[in-house]
């Protein structure tokens, strides 16, 4: 199976996934159509299912006009989504397994951004929405702190290997965010001087690695006593994990 990022919108990817034999193609997070639409129509492919990570309209705002340019498209997303995303035609549950361009996938529901976020992991592949980003994680808009640090604890569990398709193109301000948080993690540099690289060369920050995250990112490191150590010299003395995780999610939402 292939992945294609997408660009859409101001700083959205989505992502084409397809089986070189069969042609077939699964589409995640419709942002846009058109761009879909002419990377779908170049490679001769048969556009078979879209999957929604999640109902806001930056990720679903494509669906209706791709439901007009291809039939029989099957619509995946989380059942507690119904009501949100119109046009579902298969609504999925946690640690459902589904067949996706002839791979074996999985769903893994990821509540925090949304009550109703949801991952599909497709062999290596996390399509992680806007749960997780590039060394960072989604704002708090519906979920918990707890719910949100049990659904990256659920992401961070996966193979190191795997591949994590993120919904955004954040990754070079989070790791400014993320060399504040944890000054001495040298690994942070040199990611981010890895992504200005692409950048200046208009490639995307995605995919990254899991392994890449477990790194850098520091919403999957709030056991580690370096993000302790900076919330107590700002005045944050921090206790458990949760209480890390809350503080630096915090912190994030006032970064400039």
Partial sequence: MKVITIPCLQDNYCYLLYDETSSEAALVDPSEAWPVMQVVNDKN????????????????????????????????????????????????????????????????HTPGHTATSIVFQVGEHLFVGDTLFGAGCGRLFEGTEAQMLHSLDRIGACAPASRIYFGHEYTAFNLRFAAQVEPGNEAIGERADAVQKLRSENKSSAPSTLAEELQTNPFLRVSEPSLADYLGTIGRPAGDRLAVFTAIRELRNHFS
């Fill in 45 to 108: 492919l048969h556009l078979k299912q879209i999957l929604c990570t999640h109902h806001h309209h930056d990720h679903i705002g494509g669906l209706e006009d791709l439901l007009d340019e291809y039939q029989d498209l099957e619509v995946v997303g989380f059942h507690e989504d119904r009501s949100r995303i119109a046009h579902l035609t298969r609504l999925v549950y946690d640690d459902e397994v589904l067949e996706i361009c002839g791979t074996k996938a999985t769903v893994m």
